[in-house]
């Protein structure tokens, strides 16, 4: 019977070379819609080759770019590649945040720094908070084509960057809990990945169960593409059969939110606070109740965290007034004499220092309004070799140079559409929230090495802070030791190490 099945199937044209099901071929009237929609945007080359494709691969292009608008490409893309400066002619006008949008951790009062911690436990007990965490990225750059947050980074406990943060959700509910003698507190988390590391990562999760976290808890969605352009315009075939597409850049998330139905999902858990954040910092406070109790006190429905930057010359973006908005400027267009210049008040700071990572606070009631104004989110061009088909030659072409432009929007595009009172900034410590993964191993900055020796570095600052005693016969640096977030969230809970010796290297996972 199976076998009959298979055999309808294959004469339908409608078995994949898997032996899965796929959508059967357009009908004569759908192709022909679809081209004449393409031609009419003078880009009926993706249809070069159609004719001798297989059933299956007709199918698969056909699926592709039913849902692409073509007209709509070609204007996003001119639109990137010849933008248009409202302000152009004039001066534009730069300055920090003031302080009545700003707080630092580094001079804070305790007892606000308390109140803010309390009022976020408490929302996190409410079920109010959820998280974000974009994942698209694999580790290319650390010789891993893995999803980044699958990565090692060489602790004593070879945890990956995933289950760090995971455990820290685990924990920040368990502190709720606690708080508030209740039972099943929940902070959903909503991972979006791309179309490559996808299944890898629901595979990864289902493998390590979850990391204690409630499966339905964990949501994993994807972010969108868009296709790949040539220096003249035309979208490029990656094969004969398929187009080429890449990411739409973090900027995406907005837009994936919807397609996705994760804000539907949100709406039905009742959340109204959102902390989102990238996979490749190691020290993220996920959840951080401090930040939470923040940005809902100040009733804002943007809030970013910052680190200062470390010198006039680091290549970070940073968050300030651009002509009387908040916004960010990339490192690219700041002049010497803007990153150099010095805060009236404060000669031995930097005027503008408020470095960006990528860390960042929404309300619920924001995020509702996603469709007035996604659209209006300006495309990003990078320059990019693109291998290619050629329609003429019907040959894979790989470029020597840059030959086309992937588009992408960044998360922090839709700052500049806020009103001030509504965007807010946290100041916190490098050394204790941000230690990015970004290059390969032995590079001596951003890289594995780094991310191990800050979070050793942290555990010892901890189990010191708890009046414990940490030893090694190399240097601290180096060896330290690793606090399970299972343990201890932010150096909380480590009273039992008071008095104690700690050699380093070590793991501290369970209260002994």
């Not at 959700?169 to 490559?196: C, D, F, R």
């Not at 007035?372 to 040959?395: C, F, M, N, S």
Request: some cysteine.
């Amino acid at each position: 019977m199976v076998a009959t099945t298979q055999n309808i199937l294959d004469k339908l044209h409608i078995t994949s070379k898997d032996g899965g099901v796929f959508e059967k071929e357009p009908s004569d009237q759908e192709l022909t819609d679809l081209k004449e929609r393409f031609t009419r945007a003078s880009q009926g080359q993706v249809f070069a080759f159609y004719d001798d494709l297989s059933a299956e691969e007709k199918s698969r292009l056909f699926n592709q770019l039913s849902p692409i608008d073509p007209e709509h490409v070609n204007q996003i893309a001119q639109t990137a590649l010849h933008p248009t400066d409202q302000y152009e002619g004039a001066e534009k006008e730069l300055e920090p945040l003031p302080d009545t949008a700003t707080a630092s951790i580094l001079d804070s009062k305790q007892e606000d720094l308390e109140a803010w911690y309390t009022l976020g436990v408490d929302l996190v007990a409410k079920g109010k908070v959820a998280v974000v965490l974009m994942a698209g990225g694999q580790g290319t750059r650390l010789g891993s084509s893995a999803p980044k947050g699958c990565f090692n980074i060489g602790l004593p406990s070879e945890k990956s960057l995933f289950q760090i943060q995971a455990e820290r959700i685990w924990k920040i509910q368990k502190l709720a809990e606690k708080k508030h003698g209740k039972k099943n507190i929940v902070v959903p988390w909503y991972i979006m990945t791309s179309e490559p590391t996808r299944r890898p990562t629901e595979e990864y999760f289902q493998k390590h169960d979850y990391f204690g976290l409630g499966k339905d808890d964990v949501v994993i969605f994807e972010q969108g593409v868009l296709p790949c352009i040539s220096n003249e315009g035309k979208i490029l075939l990656e094969s004969k059969g398929k187009i080429a597409v890449a990411p739409d850049g973090n900027g995406g998330i907005y837009q994936a939110l919807l397609t996705s139905s994760v804000r539907t999902d949100m709406r039905d858990r009742g959340i109204e606070h959102i902390h989102a954040y990238c996979v490749d910092n190691c020290l993220v406070k996920v959840a951080d109740p401090v930040f939470i109790g923040f940005a809902a006190s100040k009733d804002v429905d943007i809030a970013t965290k910052v680190v200062r930057k470390r010198n006039a010359k680091e290549s970070v973006g940073l968050i300030l007034l651009k002509n009387g908005k908040p916004n960010v400027l990339e490192y690219s267009e700041i002049d010497s004499n803007t990153a150099e210049a010095r805060d009236r008040n404060h000669q031995e700071l930097l005027k503008f220092r408020a470095a960006n990572i990528v860390n960042h606070y929404y309300s619920f009631r924001f995020l509702e309004t996603i469709e007035d104004w996604v659209h209006q989110l300006p495309h990003h061009v990078a320059r990019k070799k693109i291998p290619y088909v050629d329609t003429e030659k019907g040959e894979t072409i790989k470029p020597e140079k840059p030959n086309g432009i992937k588009l992408e929007q960044f998360v922090f595009d839709v700052f500049p559409s806020l009103n001030l009172e509504k965007f807010a900034c946290m100041e916190v410590k490098r050394e204790h929230e941000f230690s990015p993964l970004k290059n390969a191993k032995g590079t001596g900055e951003d890289d594995p090495d780094t991310s191990k020796r800050d979070i050793l570095v942290q555990g010892t600052r901890w189990i010191q802070a708890a009046g414990g005693t940490v030893v090694s016969e190399g240097d601290l640096d180096e060896t330290g030791v690793e606090v399970s977030p299972l343990i201890s969230y932010g150096g909380e809970g480590l009273e039992f190490l008071g008095g104690r010796t700690i050699k380093a290297p070590a793991v501290i996972e369970m209260e002994e």
